[in-house]
């Protein structure tokens, strides 16, 4: 699972004109996974299920 920043350089993910996270691939917003116990969000695509992981 890659980061969001490398996922970001790599043109994998991009922001929208309201700076949210997007799948290049299939344009949609990402969908966020919180776990209280960790220090990681994991971004999730809805359509391909890509993830990667954000440090809060």
């Known amino acids: 699972m ?3 920043r ?3 350089r ?3 993910l991009e922001k929208d ?3 949210r996270l997007v799948c290049a691939e299939c344009e949609k ?3 966020t996974e919180n776990d ?3 220090i990681k ?3 999730i695509c809805p359509d391909c299920g890509a993830e990667w ?3 809060r």
């Open 29 to 31: 917003p990402l969908k």
């Open 41 to 43: 969000t994991v971004r």
């Open 6 to 8: 490398k996922a970001l």
């Open 53 to 55: 992981k954000e440090i």
């Open 36 to 38: 209280p116990d960790e």
């Open 10 to 12: 790599e043109d994998e």
């Open 17 to 19: 004109t309201y700076d």
């Open 2 to 4: 890659k980061s969001v």
